[in-house]
């Protein structure tokens, strides 16, 4: 809420953006771009949308429906919260390295649904395997800040706009995992490890993979 009220009354918090912004760019070089690309890809919140489906399917097939019901209405309250909000306010974007679209710098598609969809899963992940809580949880910080920091350097986004995005993922994957752990009295079987795993990596990777080569 406090970095919504910031970004919509352009507030003095505000002037932090130009300096985050002009200090990402004077670290540009192509090859950095070029990997900036690849990683803000796994955050594009179409390929997570058909990630997601898949993962959906897989738990389905697991017979895992607390965890179906918990993800499908985290990626939906997500989807839906993005569109509400670059809705109800017009944040002009910064001029960089990308194309500079018309629809509204916040909040970042990329950053919130990357905070759903890897949050989302490093808790169920965690349920199944405490034992790689750490790893698990670790890896999907990365994998976010990551993705966070590219929108920075592509200057698809201004810093205020990355800071409401994490939050706005977080207060929705806290709101999903609450009701999730109060309905689910025993933690479901727990699938294949190795399984899980190749599924994840390969939901993730194959659309990510199309999508880089027709792009960069």
């Not at 890896?139 to 810093?159: E, M, N």
């Not at 205020?160 to 752990?181: E, K, M, N, P, R």
Request: positive net charge; glycine residues 4%.
């Amino acid at each position: 809420i406090v970095a919504l009220l910031n970004v919509n009354y352009h507030t003095s918090f505000l002037s932090l953006n130009s300096h985050v912004h002009y200090f990402m760019q004077s670290f540009y070089n192509i090859n950095l771009r070029d990997l900036a690309i690849i990683i803000t890809a796994f955050g594009y919140y179409k390929l997570l949308v058909v990630s997601s489906g898949l993962i959906l399917i897989t738990l389905l097939l697991y017979k895992q429906k607390r965890e179906f019901i918990s993800f499908a209405t985290t990626i939906v309250l997500g989807v839906i919260a993005i569109a509400l909000f670059k809705h109800i306010i017009h944040s002009g974007r910064p001029l960089g390295i990308m194309h500079v679209k018309s629809e509204s710098s916040f909040p970042s598609g990329h950053t919130t649904m990357a905070t759903l969809f890897y949050g989302s899963l490093a808790f169920f992940s965690a349920h199944w395997f405490p034992k790689q809580r750490k790893i698990i949880f670790t890896t999907a910080v990365l994998c976010i800040l990551l993705i966070a920091l590219s929108r920075l350097y592509l200057s698809a986004h201004w810093i205020t706009d990355i800071i409401g995005s994490l939050l706005l993922g977080t207060a929705v994957i806290y709101f999903s995992q609450f009701i999730y752990v109060r309905q689910c009295t025993n933690i479901s079987p727990a699938p294949s490890g190795k399984l899980w795993i190749t599924c994840l990596s390969f939901f993730i990777l194959a659309p990510i993979t199309v999508y880089t080569t027709a792009t960069i």
